[in-house]
Every structure is written in structure tokens, then in C-alpha cells.
């Protein structure tokens, strides 16, 4: 049987949580992957899993010339080329990405996240959807609370239960952060925001894709009911999830949507930007719709979740019950059949 492989340091250069959650949902499902740092020293014949190939990062042509090597490449999504004029690449990004898409097309699989993003790599880069396989990822075990510890997470935050709001993620352009503020600065409503980003220093002239950070960090500077918490174990994000009024991912794009399952997990329901990967992924369970681009439409929905007790409870079970069908044996499931080895 031939040696199947994870090539660890392939991803290590991105910021972005999905993609480390997903290395951990692969290393979780799939015990018998062997990690790889060094692509040379791969034993021939043999399948090379590449976590995260970055059609805008540095060309993969090491990768794409390993010989005598099946090659199953993730591409999450391509929101950087869909979205050009929110993530201007300059230059040499656009270099790479022409250089990066034609090697891409070489590729023997392509698994991606969703539907959504599968029909982006047809229309925008141009490959062949027989070679692209959509496998959904689940919310990991290891987000689960321990029961015990509930009040603790709560202390250490000043929250109170169903006190908040939560916001979990990066805070790239597509994430829509700066109109989450804004709506939230016309509310009454507390705000906690989760991730590494949140807590970085911004440089004094920040990068075109940091402008959006830095609008919000100046709007909402000094307002105690904006906590960003930076990044923080499993078991409080599970805690800060299930005590949350609702989850706030309101994305102009996405290539999937941890937070959605993530927070189902814990019973507890989303506000979804009203985009088709959304609905794809939700299956309009668990969730209510607002245009993303509205801060007024969103404060009204925040007023609506706020107040709606009963819903928070109806739409939570749903949820939860919905995020099931997203499971490890699943996903493990599809990974095998792909593999055929295993």
C-alpha cells in the first residue's frame, strides 16, 4: 500500500483559522496520514495531501514536479482573485496567481469546501470540475465545553450568559468586521470578538488588506462593550459559543464557515450574511438572514435575536440538530473513498 502523506509545512504561511482546523480535522479522522516537512524526502510511489495550496502565495512548482506522487491539493476558496478590489494583490501577487492557477490545472485532485467555491475554480480559474471533489468539514470534537468551567470563561470576560454577542474568525475584507461595529455601536448590545488578529498590533500605515481592521479598531477603541479576546483555547471558545446570544457571521463571501457548526455544536444559532454559500452550508436551519452591506438591517436583527428568547431556543436545537449531518464519519467517509487506500 502506498505511503500517504500531509505536507505540514505547506500551510504553515497562513493566517487564516480554517485552514489550521482543517489539518486538524484530516489528522483526526485519517490516523494513518504521515506528516511530511521535506517533499524530497517522500518515498516514492506515493499520494501527497497539500493542505492549503495559496493561489496568490508562492508558486508550487516543487510540489506540482514531485514525480512518481498522486497529488490531492485543498483549495478552500479564491476570495482574493473573486473579490480584486477588496484584496488588491499588486503586481507580483497577480504573477503568482496566473503562474499558481495554470499549475493548479495540472493537478490530479483538487478537494474544496463547498459547492460554492467549487463553482468559483470552474468559472474563475478555469479547471475542470471532474477534477475538483467537494468535502465538507464538521466541528471538531475538541470544541466541547467542560461543564464545570462554564462560569470561569464568563468571569474572566465580564460576560454574562446570553449577555453578548460572538464573532469568531479572521478579519480579512470578506469578513465584514467594520459593519458588524457599526451596527453594534447603535445597539446596547456587548460584542465578543475571537481571534488572533484582533489583538495584533496594527502597523502605523497599515496594508490595503489591514484597513478594514485598522477602521474598526479605531471605531470601536475605548468601548468596553467590544472585548477582543485574541486567540484562546478550545473549551472557552466552546464555553463563549454556548453562552453567546446568537453567532455573528454576516461574510460578504466565505469559502465554508466554521463558526456556523462550531457554534451549532453548542445549541447555539447564527446570523448569516444572506449569500448563497450560507444558505448551502445551513440549509436555512439554525440561522436568520441579513443583507451584510446594511449596518441598519443588522441592528434590527440584533434587536430581533436579543428579544426573541423562544426563537434563540427553537433555532439553537436546530442547529445543533443540523450540524450533525457535518460529521467525522463523513468526512473520513469521503477522505477514504478519494484516497482508496485507506
Known amino acids: 500500500m502506498q505511503q500517504i502523506y500531509i505536507w505540514e509545512t505547506a500551510g504553515k504561511s497562513s493566517t ?33 495531501i497539500h493542505p492549503f495550496f495559496n493561489l496568490i502565495g508562492d508558486v508550487a512548482k516543487s510540489y506540482i514536479d514531485k514525480i512518481n506522487t498522486r497529488k490531492i491539493t485543498i483549495i478552500h476558496d479564491i476570495i482574493p482573485l473573486k473579490y480584486p478590489k477588496g484584496f488588491p494583490l499588486g503586481f507580483r501577487g497577480r504573477l503568482r496567481s496566473r503562474v499558481n492557477i495554470r499549475l493548479a490545472r495540472k493537478l490530479d485532485t483538487i478537494v474544496t469546501d463547498s459547492q460554492s467555491s467549487k463553482q468559483d475554480l470552474v468559472t474563475i480559474c478555469g479547471i475542470q470540475p471532474e477534477k475538483i471533489q467537494v468535502i465538507y468539514p464538521y466541528a471538531s470534537a475538541q470544541i466541547q465545553p467542560e461543564q464545570e468551567r462554564t462560569n470561569d470563561t464568563l468571569v474572566k470576560y465580564n460576560l454574562k450568559k446570553q449577555g453578548y454577542f460572538i464573532y469568531v474568525g479572521d478579519v480579512n475584507w470578506n469578513k465584514n468586521i467594520l459593519n458588524i461595529a457599526k451596527a453594534i455601536k447603535d445597539t446596547p448590545f456587548t460584542l465578543v470578538c475571537v481571534g488572533k488578529a484582533f489583538t495584533e ?48 457571521l454576516i461574510s460578504r463571501d466565505e469559502g465554508f464557515g466554521f463558526s456556523y457548526l462550531e457554534a451549532a455544536k453548542q445549541s447555539t444559532p447564527s446570523i448569516l450574511a444572506d449569500r448563497p454559500i450560507f444558505h448551502e452550508v445551513s ?38 440538530q443540523h450540524q450533525t449531518t457535518y460529521n467525522k464519519e463523513r468526512f473520513a467517509e469521503d477522505w477514504r473513498v478519494l484516497l482508496g487506500d485507506l
Request: charged share 25%; glycine share 4%.
Open 16 to 48: 487564516f483559522r480554517g485552514v489550521g482546523r482543517y489539518v486538524s480535522l484530516l489528522k483526526e479522522s485519517i490516523p494513518s496520514l504521515v506528516p511530511l516537512s521535506n517533499l524530497a524526502s517522500a518515498i516514492s510511489p506515493s499520494t501527497i
Open 201 to 248: 498590533e496594527i502597523p502605523k500605515h497599515p496594508h490595503p488588506w489591514q484597513k478594514e481592521l485598522a477602521s474598526f479598531h479605531k471605531l470601536v477603541a475605548d468601548d468596553p462593550r467590544v472585548i477582543c479576546t485574541g486567540l484562546i483555547n478550545d473549551q472557552e471558545l466552546a464555553h463563549l459559543y454556548k453562552n453567546a446570544i446568537y453567532n455573528i
Open 283 to 320: 440549509q436555512d436551519k439554525g440561522a436568520i438572514f441579513v443583507d451584510p452591506e446594511k449596518p441598519d438591517a443588522i441592528v434590527q436583527t440584533l434587536h430581533i435575536c436579543a428579544d426573541d428568547h423562544v426563537q434563540r431556543e427553537q433555532k439553537g436545537a436546530e442547529a445543533y
